[in-house]
């Protein structure tokens, strides 16, 4: 028996688009600052994002 596996027959990935990864954060964003009660400090940490790039897409979203 080889002990190289096998390469069986995938479908190729599709990476979201633009559009599909932004609304993706947005709803990620707006989880987050549910989870924790609107605080930005504690939802930016959660998200393991910088709390500047948080602002950041806060503004860019329309989420201020």
Known sequence: ASLVPRESPRAPVRLPTAD??????REA????????GGNR?????????ARR??????REFGLE
């Open 20 to 25: 599909e990864r932004a609304a993706l954060e």
């Open 29 to 36: 964003i707006v989880q987050a600052l549910e989870a924790h």
């Open 41 to 49: 400090v504690q939802a930016a940490r959660a998200l393991g994002i």
């Open 53 to 58: 790039t948080f602002y950041r897409r806060l």
